[in-house]
């Protein structure tokens, strides 16, 4: 079973707009066992959208393409689609009545006139409702391939996904979807890519037929991607979990998570684990490391708060750092984050701290300081606070994000000191 | 002039990797008047590549790819493009010269022996250096056309882009560059997209030949991007203009920015503007207002920090939030908001601050207050204390996204009454 995505919208190709519409589709596709072949991207242009749906449409058992359904004068998806398929467009009632229906729930009685287009689709299509948005998803089945076109905004087009179009692709290719595909993802931290490889070894020692190994940098790490494709679910799992052990008997104490964890979820985990919790003190990151926290459902039991001191005044009047600290060391350095550290400890009253003071960019550098240098602290209830110096580059919002993900790592290491053996 | 970007990587057709490489790709492109027709997305399979490759190099005058040059076995891009231009790979001594340097720069006096390979390229090829990491973009030019191929990841892509491909591209197709394509967007806050269509009216009374105007829903607001293509670059801007001043003239209340402005970069300019400095304290949000503030450079002037007061207990004990307001409105309420906003304003002795607190969800709502009820409220010095009341959905990071560019924009639209007239 394979597909084809095409994302449709000018705003994608003047880099307006990121596509994540189209990694969020292929990812909920694989889960189904239907593999993308391609991703097309192309205007909001009848020409480039009618060459590009017949060469998906010839190649693809499923085609899947988003934007262009909206109100306004410049969304001309739906009309192309129905000239692709020489259909007419025709008034769905059931549509039209959720969409007056929707206005109202907002308290709005007058519906904009515009929305009435809203309700009109291609004849034989089926209307998927979208209980995100006015523009329904549209589907459409002929000789065992499907067509289906979503609204372009992310969470209209998600909800669609989930609640409408798996559970009618699983229908109508019911007898196709046998062939399992397994991604799995090791997530690691805090090491270069070539290095990791070498560590890794040759990939022609420990890789099966059928299996592959990626290495995909980020930010703030590395991710190594297992993928096996096999005909059934039983024997993809025990070649992916042989790769899995073989890697992290090499590399295991960069591997934080798996798939799609974050750090902050890693972290928050094994805090609820040992009952503990932690506060934070940032100046440089400024509530990242925070907001990346929060970013976490259930985090209450492990979070209390933190304290944002961007100027120097504040690591003083609410941190306690002392001024001779200031004076002789400055607020890079670490004194200063061991002393943010331990201060918002006390404040908040957590066995664990983190503290993040460094120089973000673009100004403020120096020749002993530059730009990049971030010092982060770790304090935990009697014990000695530890603070470590790195040096991320000179990217603002690159040196942001290593900040805070650093910090992450520096406390995750210190809570599996305390859980060895337990699964991180 | 045309371009189409290739982007090689399974990991963007399983959705592990969201592409954002091309919209910055597309951007600059666009920017020294490239049009891009096309962003095609492959698999690292070589059979993908050499038929993508195929048709968007018969298409086009310049193909950009990016993905796969990385060290390890899973990188193959190279060797595809030199079988596709039958090209032998030849040792570029510049490159390894340079991919040695800078594992030295790092401390590393044993280059893992797989960086060599980086330093391989296809006869007849230039390596474009890369000082971001150790794999050179590669460029090659026939017949006027040009394929240029650069590493994947984001920030090494970028500033190959700008350091050296955008320069080589503005030499070698000097002549037809002339063309211009004016992209300008009005960013609107607080307005659903239909509504404010109905309020700027149809496009065709105000829209010149060859003009465009998208509207584009993101979580917090409509963009509206008015496109102008022409021959001049002096007549473009006349149109735009002309459109923009329409624009303005129905929906000015809603239009914060322009471009790439962040809310946050015009609070900030606000406020460095009656050089007033804003606190913060969050709750829901938990740090991601202030985030997105100190994503601003040279934000010291007017941000001296915030509180993050997640647990109830800090509220009180940080933000001064008595007990009884707690416990006769609960933490979820226009008392609430206000305490918090006036405690962290007088403690950090700020003119103005922000306070948020709401049901981020998924759990901790009810019938009252449901999930994704948002309180905010703006302080300032000698003035009642405001808030607002909001309802964002069901969905945690959107109702946190949400929540702090409302609180962003409150404290907006008070400056602009401040500076009336003043350009935002």
């Known amino acids: 079973m394979q597909a084809e995505i095409l994302s449709i919208g000018d705003e994608l190709l003047i880099g307006q707009v990121i596509n994540t519409n189209a990694s969020a589709i292929s990812k909920q596709l694989n889960a189904i066992g239907i593999g993308v072949s391609r991703v097309t991207t192309i205007g909001d242009n009848e020409k480039e959208i009618l060459r590009a749906m017949k060469e998906a449409w010839k190649k693809n058992d499923v085609v899947i393409a988003t934007g262009g359904l909206g109100p306004t004068h410049d969304d001309i998806s739906k009309h192309v689609v129905a000239k692709f398929f020489k259909k007419k467009l025709v008034l769905d009632k059931k549509t039209l009545a959720h969409v007056r229906a929707r206005f109202r729930s907002f308290g709005i009685t007058k519906m904009p006139e515009v929305n009435v287009g809203q309700a009109m689709i291609p004849e034989g299509f089926i209307a998927l409702r979208n209980d995100r948005g006015t523009a329904p998803g549209l589907l459409y089945h002929e000789k065992g391939k499907t067509f289906i076109i979503l609204p372009g905004v992310p969470h209209e087009m998600n909800w669609l996904m989930s609640k409408c179009v798996l559970p009618e692709l699983q229908k109508l290719h019911k007898k196709k979807l046998g062939e399992a595909i397994i991604h799995r993802t090791l997530l690691t931290v805090g090491i270069g890519e070539s290095t990791l490889a070498e560590k890794i070894g040759n990939v022609k020692d420990f890789l ?139 404040k908040f009253g957590t066995r664990f701290s983190l503290a993040i003071t460094g120089i973000a960019g673009p100004d403020g550098g120096s020749k002993r300081k530059p730009v990049g240098m971030v010092w982060i602290a770790l304090a935990e209830k009697d014990k000695p606070t530890m603070a470590k110096c790195f040096q991320f580059g000179n990217e603002r919002n690159i040196i942001r994000e290593r900040s805070a993900d650093l910090a992450l790592e520096m406390v995750r290491r210190r809570l599996l000191e305390k859980n060895s053996g337990a699964d991180s």
Chains 1, 2 share one sequence.
């Not at 590395?222 to 992290?248: C, P, Q």
């Not at 979820?265 to 934070?280: C, G, M, Y």
């Not at 944002?308 to 060391?329: F, M, W």
Request: with cysteine; charged share 25%.
């Open 208 to 346: 099966a037929k059928g299996a592959t190994l990626a290495y995909l940098p980020k930010t703030s790490g590395v991710r190594l991607r297992i993928s096996v494709r096999a005909e059934t679910n039983v024997g993809t799992k025990k070649i992916a979990d042989r790769i899995e052990k073989h890697i992290r008997s090499k590399a295991q104490q960069y591997i934080y998570g798996k798939d799609d964890d974050t750090l902050a979820q890693v972290v928050v985990r094994l805090l609820h684990k040992v009952n503990a919790h932690i506060s934070t003190a940032e100046s440089c990151t400024g509530g990242l490391l925070s907001s990346k926290l929060t970013e976490v459902a259930g985090l209450s039991k492990v979070f209390p708060g933190g304290i944002i001191s961007y100027h120097d005044q504040i690591k003083k009047s609410e941190l306690g750092v002392g001024a001779e600290i200031l004076k002789r060391y400055g607020a890079v350095s670490a004194e200063c984050a061991k002393a943010m550290a331990e201060g918002v400890r006390e």
